[in-house]
């Protein structure tokens, strides 16, 4: 059987590699290996067209197992994760491909603490695909949830810890790349006093994530320059990661937000441990900031769900990736765009000072990045790595440092080099992406 669980659940090009019947499949194998006595799940979507045929698939997997579904609607994927606990359900699912273009769909189970799945729980939701199954005693209910968007909302302003905490006088680009936020995070920062401009808040599922949102910061630059505003802010297709803009253009990434947020807790002494987990590719800027501050560092292989388990054993409070998913421990158990751009505001307001001024502070060394797309991801297993990552670091001469990996959920090698100087960095970066790319099957 071919695998079907990746680096962030399942994920393929609608109808083609994702169909319904595959959907109704795994929700009936989750049923069977992670509910076998029964349960509640909710299902949420982002805006892809493909959203509701897979949705309805789903709900009628887990319905013909006898498990009740409550149906989100288009809602952010964090959004699961708060419904799952304030619902008492027992599972969550959610229908996005993230930042992946429109044609991608992707599907990913929470479990009751709103964790996604660990690895082991998807393998034995993979393994039960195909297997007989006894019919259920029962049929489960499909019932819409009630003001779920509103709920999440509500949930994401209270998480304000200050009593003095108003936004006027800000005025915020909010790019919510036509995917899930777009009906949520305007609104909320309206609720914080800040005048916004809304950029891509359309539910629109044939543009989700094109030329636009946190993988596409260019629109959301050339509004906040255009507009004079404050703070660009930019989220993906399902609202799980965030980018920031500053008022002069400026990038303010995952790992600006972890150093503002470390040592704005450890202030304030809420920073217990005095730890904080990243991924192998946060900067070394950044863990060399932190460590001059007494605040130690952890990293894990690239994504979140890393972060959450390196999180949970370690008893970090704060953690993320510089792509933009943060974790605030203390909030949510996964990462938020829109509570991660939450709490960077009220940290500035508090601060007295704009987050440009506040993420200047954490240096970063210069980082250049390819993604060499391949003809399948078998293709990008196959490419010989280690070799190509040998001779890029042998030109870096211990200036810096090289990650070359296959995509989770994509057919590509991503190719990452850091080192004390642009032009090394960008240099090393384009021969090594050569390399990868001369190394794959003609």
Known sequence: MTQRFGTDGVRGVANEDLVPELALALARSAAASLLPRGGRVIVGRDSRTSGP?????????????????????????????????????????VLSASHNPPEDNGIKFFGKDGQKLS??????????????????????????????????????TGTIESDDVDLSGLTLVVD??????????????????????????????????????????????????????????????????????SSHGQTIDGDHV????????????GLRPPLVVTTVLSNLGLEHFLRDRGIGTIRTPVGDRHVAQAMRTHGARLGGEPSG???????????????????????????????????????LYPQSHENVPCPSMDAARAVPLEEITRRAEAKLAGRGRVILRPSGTQPMVRVF??????????????????????????
């Open 53 to 93: 045929m897979l949705e309805a698939a789903l709900a009628a997997g887990f319905s013909s197992a006898g498990i009740d579904v409550g149906l989100a609607g288009i809602i952010p994927t964090p959004a699961i994760s708060f419904l799952i606990k304030d619902e008492g359900a027992d599972l969550g699912a």
């Open 119 to 156: 690895v082991e729980e998807e393998e034995r939701v993979e393994s039960a695909l195909g297997l007989d199954w006894p019919p259920a005693r029962g049929i489960g209910r499909i019932e819409t949830i009630d003001v779920a968007a509103t709920r999440y909302a509500a949930f994401l």
């Open 176 to 245: 919510c790349a036509y995917g899930a936020t777009g009906p949520i995070a305007p609104r909320v920062f309206r609720h914080l006093g800040a005048h916004v401009i809304e950029l891509h808040t359309e539910t629109d599922g044939t543009r989700i994530n094109v030329g636009c949102g946190s993988t596409h910061l260019d629109s959301v630059r050339e509004a906040v320059l255009r507009q004079h505003a404050d703070l660009g802010i930019a989220f993906d297709g399902d609202g799980d990661r965030v980018l920031l803009v």
């Open 258 to 269: 972890i150093g503002i947020a470390a040592t704005h807790r450890a202030r304030r002494g």
């Open 325 to 363: 998913h943060v974790i605030f421990a203390d909030h949510a158990p996964t990462g938020d765009g829109i509570l991660t751009a939450v709490q960077l505001l009220e940290i500035a307001h508090e601060a007295g000072e704009s987050l440009e001024c506040l993420a200047a502070a954490v240096p």
């Open 417 to 442: 080099v850091e080192a004390e100087e642009r032009k090394l960095a960008d240099t090393v970066c384009q021969e090594a992406a050569r390399a990868v790319a001369a190394s794959l099957p003609r």
